[in-house]
Protein backbone atom coordinates (compact mmCIF):
# COMPACT_ATOMS: atom_id res chain seq x y z
CA UNK A 1 0.00 0.00 0.00
CA UNK A 2 2.71 2.41 1.01
CA UNK A 3 4.45 1.28 -2.22
CA UNK A 4 1.94 2.50 -4.37
CA UNK A 5 1.55 5.72 -2.46
CA UNK A 6 5.37 6.36 -3.78
CA UNK A 7 4.94 5.16 -6.93
CA UNK A 8 1.96 7.10 -7.81
CA UNK A 9 3.17 10.46 -5.78
CA UNK A 10 6.84 9.73 -7.77
CA UNK A 11 4.58 9.69 -11.06
CA UNK A 12 2.23 12.94 -10.08
CA UNK A 13 6.12 14.51 -9.89
CA UNK A 14 7.34 13.33 -13.34
CA UNK A 15 4.38 14.60 -14.86
CA UNK A 16 4.04 17.90 -13.30
CA UNK A 17 8.07 18.40 -14.09
CA UNK A 18 7.01 17.27 -17.45
CA UNK A 19 4.56 19.78 -18.15
CA UNK A 20 6.64 22.90 -16.77
CA UNK A 21 9.58 21.59 -19.08
CA UNK A 22 7.51 21.35 -21.81
CA UNK A 23 6.16 24.94 -21.86
CA UNK A 24 7.50 26.08 -24.89
CA UNK A 25 9.30 29.51 -25.48
CA UNK A 26 10.90 31.44 -22.43
CA UNK A 27 9.01 32.25 -18.75
CA UNK A 28 6.38 34.12 -19.28
CA UNK A 29 7.02 38.10 -17.87
CA UNK A 30 11.13 37.22 -18.29
CA UNK A 31 13.31 40.02 -19.74
CA UNK A 32 13.30 37.13 -22.73
CA UNK A 33 9.17 37.01 -23.24
CA UNK A 34 9.01 40.78 -22.98
CA UNK A 35 11.88 41.12 -26.03
CA UNK A 36 9.74 38.44 -27.51
CA UNK A 37 6.63 40.57 -28.02
CA UNK A 38 8.62 43.22 -27.97
CA UNK A 39 10.13 42.09 -31.33
CA UNK A 40 6.82 41.44 -33.14
CA UNK A 41 5.26 44.42 -32.54
CA UNK A 42 8.68 46.04 -33.79
CA UNK A 43 8.53 43.98 -36.69
CA UNK A 44 4.73 44.77 -37.68
CA UNK A 45 4.75 48.65 -36.20
CA UNK A 46 8.36 50.21 -36.39
CA UNK A 47 10.40 47.91 -38.92
CA UNK A 48 8.81 50.02 -42.27
CA UNK A 49 10.83 52.88 -40.78
CA UNK A 50 13.48 51.90 -38.91
CA UNK A 51 14.77 48.67 -40.97
CA UNK A 52 16.18 46.18 -40.77
CA UNK A 53 14.00 46.42 -44.18
CA UNK A 54 12.86 49.44 -44.05
CA UNK A 55 10.15 50.48 -46.77
CA UNK A 56 11.85 53.20 -48.90
CA UNK A 57 8.06 54.70 -49.66
CA UNK A 58 7.21 54.83 -45.94
CA UNK A 59 10.86 56.73 -45.52
CA UNK A 60 10.79 58.90 -48.45
CA UNK A 61 8.75 62.34 -47.04
CA UNK A 62 10.09 62.15 -43.52
CA UNK A 63 12.16 65.49 -42.68
CA UNK A 64 14.34 62.86 -40.04
CA UNK A 65 15.58 59.80 -41.40
CA UNK A 66 14.83 57.29 -38.74
CA UNK A 67 17.88 56.71 -36.86
CA UNK A 68 19.59 53.30 -36.80
CA UNK A 69 17.75 52.02 -33.08
CA UNK A 70 20.95 49.30 -32.61
CA UNK A 71 22.66 52.37 -31.96
CA UNK A 72 20.92 54.04 -29.35
CA UNK A 73 23.70 53.32 -26.85
CA UNK A 74 26.81 54.09 -29.81
CA UNK A 75 25.19 57.63 -30.15
CA UNK A 76 24.69 58.52 -26.15
CA UNK A 77 28.65 58.26 -26.03
CA UNK A 78 29.26 57.04 -22.71
CA UNK A 79 26.13 56.40 -20.96
CA UNK A 80 26.56 52.78 -18.60
CA UNK A 81 22.93 51.73 -18.71
CA UNK A 82 20.31 51.99 -21.65
CA UNK A 83 18.36 55.26 -21.23
CA UNK A 84 15.05 53.23 -20.40
CA UNK A 85 12.67 56.15 -19.27
CA UNK A 86 14.17 58.58 -21.52
CA UNK A 87 13.44 56.17 -24.75
CA UNK A 88 9.86 54.67 -23.11
CA UNK A 89 8.82 58.87 -23.16
CA UNK A 90 10.03 59.28 -26.67
CA UNK A 91 8.04 56.12 -27.96
CA UNK A 92 5.36 57.36 -25.84
CA UNK A 93 5.26 60.24 -27.23
CA UNK A 94 2.29 61.93 -25.09
CA UNK A 95 4.51 64.25 -23.76
CA UNK A 96 6.66 65.70 -26.76
CA UNK A 97 5.08 69.05 -26.56
CA UNK A 98 6.64 69.48 -30.42
CA UNK A 99 4.39 66.42 -31.35
CA UNK A 100 4.13 68.12 -34.55
CA UNK A 101 8.09 68.61 -35.63
CA UNK A 102 8.54 64.79 -35.16
CA UNK A 103 7.88 62.44 -37.81
CA UNK A 104 7.95 59.77 -35.35
CA UNK A 105 4.28 58.26 -34.29
CA UNK A 106 3.40 59.25 -30.86
CA UNK A 107 2.46 55.74 -30.29
CA UNK A 108 1.20 56.09 -26.47
CA UNK A 109 -1.71 58.20 -28.29
CA UNK A 110 -1.74 55.37 -30.58
CA UNK A 111 -2.33 52.76 -28.06
CA UNK A 112 -4.86 54.85 -25.85
CA UNK A 113 -6.91 55.82 -28.99
CA UNK A 114 -7.06 52.81 -31.58
CA UNK A 115 -6.30 49.60 -29.17
CA UNK A 116 -8.24 51.44 -26.04
CA UNK A 117 -5.36 50.53 -23.33
CA UNK A 118 -4.80 51.79 -19.97
CA UNK A 119 -1.83 53.88 -19.17
CA UNK A 120 -0.88 50.77 -17.24
CA UNK A 121 -1.24 48.53 -20.14
CA UNK A 122 0.83 51.40 -22.84
CA UNK A 123 3.47 51.45 -19.70
CA UNK A 124 3.65 47.10 -20.27
CA UNK A 125 3.73 47.45 -24.11
CA UNK A 126 6.75 50.24 -23.58
CA UNK A 127 8.41 47.80 -21.12
CA UNK A 128 8.39 45.45 -24.06
CA UNK A 129 9.03 47.25 -26.94
CA UNK A 130 12.22 48.28 -24.67
CA UNK A 131 13.19 45.40 -23.82
CA UNK A 132 13.45 44.11 -27.57
CA UNK A 133 15.71 47.32 -28.36
CA UNK A 134 17.98 46.44 -25.65
CA UNK A 135 18.88 43.35 -26.67
CA UNK A 136 19.89 44.64 -30.60
CA UNK A 137 22.03 47.27 -29.14
CA UNK A 138 25.18 46.97 -30.93
C1 LIG B 1 6.80 56.78 -39.85
C2 LIG B 1 8.11 56.27 -39.57
C3 LIG B 1 8.42 55.74 -38.17
C4 LIG B 1 7.81 54.69 -37.52
C5 LIG B 1 6.66 53.81 -38.03
C6 LIG B 1 8.50 54.53 -36.26
N1 LIG B 1 9.47 55.48 -36.14
FE1 LIG B 1 10.76 55.71 -34.58
N2 LIG B 1 11.57 57.37 -35.45
C7 LIG B 1 11.22 57.85 -36.71
C8 LIG B 1 11.98 59.07 -36.98
C9 LIG B 1 11.91 59.87 -38.26
C10 LIG B 1 12.80 59.30 -35.86
C11 LIG B 1 13.79 60.47 -35.66
C12 LIG B 1 13.20 61.54 -34.81
C13 LIG B 1 11.91 62.13 -35.36
O1 LIG B 1 11.91 62.86 -36.35
O2 LIG B 1 10.85 61.82 -34.81
C14 LIG B 1 12.53 58.19 -34.92
C15 LIG B 1 13.13 58.04 -33.68
C16 LIG B 1 12.97 56.95 -32.84
C17 LIG B 1 13.69 56.74 -31.57
C18 LIG B 1 14.76 57.64 -30.97
C19 LIG B 1 16.13 57.03 -31.20
C20 LIG B 1 17.20 57.74 -30.42
O3 LIG B 1 18.36 57.26 -30.44
O4 LIG B 1 16.92 58.79 -29.80
C21 LIG B 1 13.23 55.57 -31.05
C22 LIG B 1 13.66 54.91 -29.75
C23 LIG B 1 12.21 55.05 -31.97
N3 LIG B 1 12.10 55.92 -33.04
C24 LIG B 1 11.50 53.88 -31.77
C25 LIG B 1 10.45 53.47 -32.56
C26 LIG B 1 9.58 52.36 -32.23
C27 LIG B 1 9.74 51.46 -31.01
C28 LIG B 1 8.62 52.29 -33.21
C29 LIG B 1 7.45 51.36 -33.31
C30 LIG B 1 6.58 51.24 -32.15
C31 LIG B 1 8.92 53.34 -34.17
N4 LIG B 1 10.01 54.03 -33.75
C32 LIG B 1 8.18 53.56 -35.32
C33 LIG B 1 10.29 57.29 -37.57
C34 LIG B 1 9.46 56.23 -37.28
Redesign the pocket.
Known sequence: MNNLKTIFSWMLGSLLLLAVSCQSGPPKNSRAAQSEKGKA??MS??A???GPNANPD??AN??????D?T??ME?RKGLATFPVAE?AS??DGRKDVQLHS????A?GKYFADEEKLTNDEIKGKMGE?IAY?MSIQK
Open positions: FFHCSCHRILKTPPPLKIRIYIRDMPWLL
